[in-house]
């Protein structure tokens, strides 16, 4: 067997005060998959960014193959045959395949001999279970292809070891089955051991055979897939039940109101002039989450800059309450225009101001924060954050400190207290909860429930589908631009969806 | 760390912080310019007291000094203001000559007035010319992508072209022989001194006033919130509906206009006709207060002074100890350098900040800390 077994023992990390890894004693067997679960800051990163020699661990050993072995660079992590897939590619679009395997290596030649190069590729890829042609441009590659490329160059690069992050986040479900397939059977014939950063239990029960699960960078438990359930993990992940199964009561959506949002025969193009949005028309009602699904990509990004006033729409047009709308801050504050963009701390927030000010965005220049209409009244903009702090609990609770130095589930809590305090009639939300731990998750989902509730209408735009068939009451599919697909949450069926995000009902005809 | 720091302390420091990189910059260009010094043999220390001595020595350089500083303040507002919007403007200079050209024809195109109201009129074109020529570049950068730090530059140099046409061709005064100006101000229209006993034109309140009114606006004013908000991120700008290329036109104009204030000062206090000697670097000038105040009105108030003296002293320098005119130059240079590549410590003083205010905290108020 030429995968590698990988143990570690006690293995520690400190960042100052914080303690981000204590006492983890980790074992994958060889030609396994093993699942590595946990909320965010539970540190899974930390500790294969340790595995890996990005971040070397500073107590605690590691044995590769039942010998105790140094990890202190990642050449060192290379040399043991320990790669990394990340989340994010980590190809070069411009080059094509080959030139990608090729540059990858640690010592590449000075110069390089692409003849030969070729031929030792070509049959290299005979030997593996997928193959891509190595002369095609990586910009042309499907995400599904690009994924397996970071495989492929893993294994051209003899790991016997491979870490992934979070591999599927990127792919539509068929793409992320069809990986992770190929992974557990590189596992089991025991050419590698993989293991796997993941928050998705059905990814973990489908394809893993061990699982291992950590909170607040301690182990909580390892065993073998078979021996558990997902319920037992879930409770481990959370160190309780978990809250999502407090249901917020939703009324059903009253269908013959006017629709407060209506977007007709959008086009929008992206940053590189390109048409990325091409004539969309939707509509949400009061009262209403109308989910927009879709593969990273697809214009989902252009479609909400359009709604947020970040970017220009070439043609079509909004109306918000039967009236145009321009996203000019008069008619945000008339027609109660909330949003919550993704990344909130580069979309929503100013990261070298306070939190205070931060708080004061919406409201800075309305007659409760300031004097005589111009004169900024920093007192009362304290007392608000004051309050809006506490509401939605925000830690640190202090209003002064800069808000880039909070953590992300933090920063999205007060850009929450901003837009959800006050009356809401129409709320545009994209991927609320992008790399945020279940307890923010389940607040924000519960937030957005009850604003819905009140009588809001929600726009959520999620690359998450759990996310969507837990929270829309309808459901959108927008693939390259277009709207492909529509239905009622309640009547959706998961791999009808992939299907369409994945664009092949659009092939076909 | 375990060293015991009374609150108070802590406090003072975080408050203090900010100055830092400024500070730092400030003792390294000293310790660079002493090795030049030295390197050239120049007696190092005399040449600090001769600085001194010809900055703030006696009344007549402080007089020297603040004359200098008056129009420093103006035009490191046109680079200051809009740096609150995120733009980097480096054209005060064209705005600062052409504001004095429209100060010195006004009179000219104008019947006889009080001099009050004439000063109003000429004050009103200085400005008006002075935002115009900045508000291009703001324009051109929103508009039509246009990089607002090249952009400025270039049009300070086409500025300068223009002046020199006009003074020298169609606005040129015939009596003026060989130094070509714009016809005279009337006697009753130029700017007097603050009085008898202390020789510095009213450009020097003038230049106090509108730091601090430039203060008011953008810590405490509505405007100037909106402004912070556009240059600290333009997305979320987008996000909450402000009016990003209009505030960042407005911030561009206004910083114009002071420039071009400082212009009619010196065209109506200083020169007395609009000629080449308006031409004299304060608009590059303005540049180093503004980033050695980093931006803040009120300390550029104290960094113009400051820079003030520094030119103030060139002509002792040149007639004691024999160094060029350029030394001043080469001083200010240093400092610049200094001061950008001290900016690189910013992250870690917000870092130091949040530290020494935690301190500074008594328990009673102390923060929920966790994870």
Not at chain 2, 44 to 49: K, R, T
Request: with cysteine.
């Amino acid at each position: 067997m030429r995968a590698l077994s990988l143990e570690t023992l006690s293995a520690g990390k400190s960042y100052g005060h914080f303690r981000a890894l204590d006492g983890v004693s980790l074992k994958v067997r060889a030609g396994t998959v093993h699942a590595l679960l946990g909320e965010n800051g539970a540190g899974k990163s930390t500790l294969v960014k340790g595995l890996v020699g990005y971040d070397p661990l500073d107590s605690g050993s590691i044995l590769v193959s039942d010998r105790e072995r140094q990890i202190r660079a990642p050449r060192e992590a290379h040399a043991l045959g320990i790669g990394m897939v990340y989340q994010h590619f980590t190809v070069a679009p411009g080059l094509s395949v080959a030139e990608n395997l090729v540059l990858s290596r640690d010592d590449p030649p000075l110069r390089i001999r692409w003849k030969a190069e070729r031929e030792r590729l070509r049959a290299f890829m005979d030997e593996m279970p997928f193959q891509l042609d190595p002369d095609r441009p990586v910009s042309g590659l499907a995400a599904g292809e690009k994924q397996k490329l970071e495989i492929l160059k893993q294994l051209y690069l003899q790991r016997r070891f491979i870490i992934l992050d979070e591999p599927t986040s990127v792919l539509t479900p068929q793409e992320a089955d069809e990986v992770l397939g190929l992974m557990r059977g590189l596992a089991h014939a025991g050419e590698v051991s993989v293991l796997m950063i993941t928050h998705k239990f059905r990814e973990v029960t489908a394809f893993a055979d061990d699982v291992t699960v950590l909170r607040k960078g301690a182990m909580v438990g390892s065993c073998a897939v078979a021996d558990t359930t997902v319920e037992a993990l879930s409770g481990w992940m959370m160190g309780r039940a978990p809250t999502h199964n407090t249901v917020v009561e939703r009324p059903p959506v009253n269908e013959k109101v006017e629709p407060c949002l209506r977007v007709t025969d959008m086009v929008a193009h992206n940053d590189k002039g390109v048409e990325a949005v091409h004539r969309v028309s939707l509509s949400v009602r009061p009262g209403e989450i109308v989910g927009i699904a879709g593969i990273s990509g697809n214009g989902q990004k252009e479609l909400t800059e359009v709604l947020l006033g970040q970017r220009q729409a070439e043609s079509g047009s909004v109306f918000i309450n039967g009236r145009p709308y321009h996203g000019r801050r008069e008619e945000m504050l008339r027609e109660k225009v909330h949003s919550l963009p993704e990344e909130p701390l580069r979309n929503a927030c100013i990261g070298t101001m306070s939190v205070a000010e931060n708080l004061a965005l919406r409201q800075f220049d309305q007659p409760a924060l300031c004097r005589w209409g111009w004169w900024i009244n920093r007192a009362a903009i304290d007392k608000q954050a004051g309050e809006r702090i506490e509401r939605f609990q925000v830690s640190p609770a202090d209003p002064a400190r800069p808000i880039q130095t909070l953590s992300g589930g933090n920063v999205q809590r007060v850009v929450l207290a901003r837009e959800l305090t006050e009356e809401v009639a129409v709320l545009i939300v994209s991927n609320p909860v992008f790399g945020l731990d279940f307890a923010s998750v389940a607040m924000i989902h519960q937030r957005l429930l009850e604003a819905r509730n009140r009588g809001a209408g929600v726009l959520l735009l999620s690359e998450d589908l759990d996310e969507l068939l837990e929270l829309a009451d309808r459901i959108l599919v927008i693939h390259d631009g277009h709207i492909s697909y529509q239905t009622r949450a309640a009547e959706a069926n998961r791999v009808e969806l992939g299907r369409h995000m994945a664009g092949v009902e659009a092939e076909a005809c | 760390m375990s060293i015991r720091i009374p609150p108070v302390a802590a406090r003072g420091l975080a408050l203090g912080l900010p100055a830092l990189p400024t500070v730092l910059a400030v003792a390294t260009t000293v310790l660079l310019f002493s090795v030049f010094l030295w390197a050239r043999e120049i007696p190092v220390l005399e040449a600090g007291a001769l600085i001194y001595q010809g900055a703030f020595g006696s009344t007549f350089s402080w007089e020297n000094t603040l004359l200098r500083a008056a129009p420093l303040m103006l035009t490191a507002l046109c680079v200051a203001l809009p740096a609150r919007a995120g733009l980097i403007i480096i054209g005060g200079e064209g705005a600062l000559v052409l504001g004095g050209l429209a100060a010195a024809v006004t009179p000219l195109w104008l019947p006889a007035l009080p001099a009050s109201l004439m000063w109003v009129a000429m004050a009103a074109a200085a400005m008006a010319m002075g935002g115009f020529w900045i508000g291009l570049s703001g324009w051109m950068r929103q508009r039509r992508g246009v990089n607002e730090t090249i952009g400025s530059l270039l049009l300070s140099y086409i500025a300068l072209a223009v002046f020199r046409h006009l003074v020298e061709g169609p606005l040129r005064d015939p009596a003026s022989l060989n130094k070509p100006s714009t016809a005279p101000l009337p006697d009753a229209y130029s700017v007097g001194v603050i009085s008898d006993t202390f020789y510095v034109h009213w450009g020097l309140v003038a230049g106090v006033v509108v730091c601090a009114l430039a203060h008011v606006l953008v810590r405490h004013s509505v405007s100037g919130f909106a402004f912070s908000i556009v240059g600290g991120n333009v997305r979320a700008a987008r996000m909450i509906g402000l009016p990003v290329n209009r505030l960042v036109l407005v911030t561009c104009v206004l910083g114009g206009a002071a420039a071009g204030l400082a212009g009619m000062f010196e065209v109506a206090a200083v020169q007395g006709s609009a000629n080449a000697a308006l031409i004299a670097g304060y608009g590059t000038s303005g540049i180093l207060v503004a980033f050695a105040a980093r931006h803040n009105p009120l300390a550029i108030i104290v960094c113009a002074i400051l820079l003030g003296g520094v030119e103030a002293s060139g002509s002792l320098l040149q007639r004691r100890l024999g160094l060029p005119d350029a030394t001043t130059l080469i001083l200010e240079g240093v400092l610049f350098v200094n001061l950008l590549a001290w900016e690189a410590l910013n992250g870690r003083v917000l870092h130091w900040r949040i530290h020494w205010r935690e301190r500074g905290r008594t328990p009673a108020e102390g923060v929920v800390q966790h994870g």
